[in-house]
């Protein structure tokens, strides 16, 4: 006998007020010992008037909505207005069915509107043979005719739990997919130049993206090294999940492995809970380890095996958790510096350069000052609200042969100084307020003065020679033919002067 037909013993001429009474003066607990939330809908699919009656004032103590159904043909339609934390489906309906193909078919229609459904099977007492396939097609679980209250409360409880935890998952997948699309347009910039160099930079971007190869990138700061990472990331197959960014430099030893591996509570004083380290977190995304080069020698050996192994143990725990996260790293060392032993272990730089990526300074990028500019004097404009102004052939000769030292982010602070401060018609050169304008002006023009700042303290010609190939140098992007032309010297003697000078 099933649930209602047992309380319809107690009294026969009032028994719907008895199991009224019932139901709502039981509180039922979960098997994890905790209250129901009443915040779940079930659905009860039954051809039994007297199941679906008793199963909905068993239920409905418990959970915020119950409907019935007594024909399986409603379904879709139920579903389409409803989402459901769970689905008490019977096996058979109509009389002299009890082979449970009815049961099978409709919980794979269930599933197929509904991949994510929770399905609890009503079957006969004994027939686990049915309930058994029926959870090779997708079920969750079954409960077997005539049913006890505990148990019919107790397997929805954890099917409901199920659900909502699958339901989170999805929750979770849909936001790091947003948060993947938010944060690959956070900087604001893109990687912006035609010159040859950056061609090459592209080509390479192009080749190794759609690849899980970890990528080492090399360059001054300020050339974009975070950019070119995250453009990777954008165009990989891993674009949909997260892009996790860690600054090593500024990762203190002493909180190096709680930070990258994450810990366990109680680790450490003030440990009050678990937490996930930054590699984990990107599982299924790409890491970026920015400023690699600053890691000391015995975290490098600590970082290596996380790599190699590819899994990590919390602090404080005892059991090591895979991770699958695509790796890029960056440093401002040079090559040469991080085949230095003494700085850098070599079995470690072969694991992360698989692909080297070398981003050339601006001052190599020469033909690409005057579109990087223009870009963030439109944005800087934007944001300040000022009217976008044209640079003077002065001011755009003067930034092609300035140093910048800084690269990238020193000319953008030199544009948004330039964006408030102007108060011209167009951007002159001391809007920028660049160290060596004067000179760059003049050494392009081909005219030294004594007010230039390489002459009013400098008298000797070599060194006025040497300062004046290495402007040309920068002008020309090394360009050795347009260098040489520019000076009016052959290649040969432009190679001389700077074998001579040590250029």
């Given at each position: ?28 607990i ?12 079930i ?15 068993l ?24 989402q ?13 069915e ?31 043979h ?16 005539p ?10 409880s ?30 604001g910039?893109?990687i ?47 674009a ?10 500024a990762?203190?030893?002493?909180l190096?492995?709680?930070e ?10 003030g ?6 380290g930054?590699?984990k ?9 920015d ?8 975290l ?15 602090v ?12 890029i790293a ?17 079995d470690?730089l072969f ?22 500019a223009?870009y ?5 404009s ?20 300035y ?22 018609e167009?951007?002159l ?18 005219t ?11 008298l ?44």
């Amino acid at each position: 006998m099933c649930g209602y037909e047992h309380f319809l013993l107690y009294d026969a001429e009032h028994h719907v007020y008895d199991y009224e009474h019932y139901f709502s003066s039981t509180a039922w607990i979960t098997p994890t010992g905790q209250a129901m939330k009443h915040s779940d809908c079930i659905l009860i699919v039954d051809d039994d008037d007297d199941i679906l009656t008793a199963g909905r004032l068993l239920l409905k103590r418990h959970f915020a909505k119950v409907d019935t159904c007594n024909d399986p043909a409603n379904i879709p339609a139920l579903l389409a207005k409803q989402q459901y934390s769970a689905i008490l489906l019977d096996m058979n309906f109509g009389p002299g069915e009890s082979s449970g193909e009815q049961g099978y078919g409709w919980l794979q229609k269930i599933l197929q509107i509904d991949p994510q459904a929770v399905v609890v099977m009503i079957t006969a007492h004994g027939d686990m043979h049915t309930a058994v396939e029926a959870m090779k097609l997708g079920a969750t679980d079954f409960i077997a005719k005539p049913w006890q209250n505990e148990k019919v409360v107790a397997t929805l409880s954890s099917a409901v739990a199920l659900s909502n935890t699958r339901n989170e998952a999805k929750q979770l997948r849909s936001t790091n997919k947003l948060l993947a699309e938010v944060s690959s347009q956070l900087t604001g910039q893109q990687i912006l130049g035609q010159s040859t160099a950056m061609q090459e930079v592209m080509g390479l971007i192009n080749l190794s993206a759609p690849t899980d190869a970890n990528v080492l990138i090399l360059g001054e700061n300020g050339t974009g090294k975070e950019l070119v990472a995250r453009e990777l990331h954008h165009r990989s197959q891993r674009a949909n999940n997260v892009f996790m960014s860690v600054d090593l430099g500024a990762v203190t030893e002493t909180l190096f492995e709680s930070e990258l591996f994450g810990y366990k509570k109680g680790a450490f004083t003030g440990a009050n809970e678990d937490r996930v380290g930054r590699i984990k977190a990107a599982d299924g995304g790409t890491l970026f380890l920015d400023e690699i080069g600053n890691l000391p020698l015995h975290l490098q050996a600590k970082l290596l095996t996380a790599l190699e192994q590819r899994r990590i143990t919390p602090v404080g725990g005892n059991q090591s958790i895979p991770f699958d996260a695509r790796v890029i790293a960056a440093t401002n060392l040079t090559m040469q510096q991080l085949n230095d032993e003494q700085k850098f272990r070599q079995d470690l730089l072969f694991r992360l350069n698989t692909v080297e990526i070398h981003l050339p300074p601006l001052r190599q990028r020469v033909d690409d000052i005057q579109a990087i500019a223009e870009y963030y004097l439109a944005h800087y404009s934007k944001k300040y609200n000022k009217p976008v102004k044209p640079i003077s052939n002065e001011a755009l000769t003067a930034m092609q042969c300035y140093d910048w030292p800084g690269n990238i982010r020193a000319l953008r602070h030199a544009l948004e100084r330039a964006v408030i401060l102007s108060q011209s018609e167009m951007l002159l050169p001391q809007d920028f307020q660049l160290a060596n304008q004067t000179s760059a002006i003049e050494a392009s023009t081909g005219t030294l003065t004594t007010n230039s700042p390489n002459t009013q303290d400098e008298l000797n010609l070599e060194k006025i020679e040497q300062n004046t190939i290495q402007l040309a140098l920068k002008r020309y992007n090394f360009n050795i033919s347009h260098a040489a032309k520019a000076l009016g010297l052959t290649r040969a003697a432009l190679y001389r002067r700077m074998e001579k000078y040590g250029l």
